[in-house]
């Protein structure tokens, strides 16, 4: 079972199963239980691709990834969709209440823990405010929300599950500072390892370390300090 939360890459590649070049090239990190590692780097530099591999939504094409020193394929699909929360870069809510679709493959979830969860992930006064409060029907037929609130219904998703490895696809692009913060401060008591790829340096200086992608390639990792010395991309980055 995953108690843990780390995750180690060893000399890892990949390439989409209809291509032939691989767009994420060698990369070897570990990530230690518990601290957060920001994923920054340009559009089209691999960072979801890496991303997917963790919850083996695709399988590298060389190189192996564990999780609390196993390779992934120790563990069953269920164990690593209930221990990862894995936060898409474009959620999808299916078609029924916000209530399912919090507490979506979470059967016995309690309406405290719906709120708590809708709560720390910075929804819950948006969700008071619909006519039917948590009864609202969203998805396909249901009221249109937008893309900054399905990206926090999808986080109160996965922080119900209090998941061992919490993973964010740029999912804070659409909140305002403050409650990216309050959002920030809130998954900060799960105690998770966290994984979050964001397009703001601020975001990614309040990780433990930042790891910074290249066309497909690990370019630096490190704390912000470090990186500021070490990485001319990343010096060119922060100044822009
Ligand atoms: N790619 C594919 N097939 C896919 C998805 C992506 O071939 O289904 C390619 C596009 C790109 C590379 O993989 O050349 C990396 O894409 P990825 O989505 O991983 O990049 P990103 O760093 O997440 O970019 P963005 O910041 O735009 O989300
Ligand atoms: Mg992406």
């Not at 069953?76 to 474009?90: A, F, K, N, T």
């Not at 006519?131 to 998805?139: A, K, L, M, P, S």
């Not at 998703?157 to 993973?167: D, F, V």
């Amino acid at each position: 079972h995953i108690t843990k939360g780390s995750v180690v890459f060893d000399n890892v590649s990949f390439a989409y199963p209809e291509s032939e070049e691989d767009v994420v090239k060698d990369i070897n990190f570990q990530v230690a239980p518990g601290e957060k590692l920001a994923v920054i780097g340009s559009t089209g530099a691999g960072k979801t691709s890496l991303f997917q591999l963790i919850p083996r939504l695709y399988d590298p094409t060389k190189g192996k990834v564990s999780v609390d020193g196993s390779p992934l394929s120790d563990y069953s699909l269920d164990e690593l969709r209930g221990s990862i929360g894995y936060v898409p870069q474009s959620p999808l809510l299916f078609t029924g209440s916000v209530t399912d679709n919090i507490a979506w493959g979470k059967d016995q979830a309690t309406t405290e823990e719906i709120m708590q969860a809708a709560k720390d992930a910075q929804i819950h006064d948006t969700i008071m405010q619909l006519d039917d409060q948590y009864e609202t029907r969203v998805g396909q037929k249901g009221v249109n929300l937008s893309g900054g609130q399905k990206q926090r219904i999808s986080i109160a998703r996965a922080l119900i599950r209090k998941p061992k490895i919490l993973m964010l696809d740029d999912s804070t692009s659409a909140l305002d500072l403050a409650t990216e913060s309050r959002l920030l401060d809130a998954i900060d008591t799960y105690q998770c390892t966290m994984l979050i790829i964001t397009q703001k340096i601020t975001t990614a200086m309040r990780a433990d370390r930042i790891l910074l992608m290249d066309e497909g390639k690990l370019l630096a990792i490190g704390t912000h300090t470090e990186l500021l010395a070490s990485s001319a991309l990343y010096r060119k980055i922060v100044e822009s």
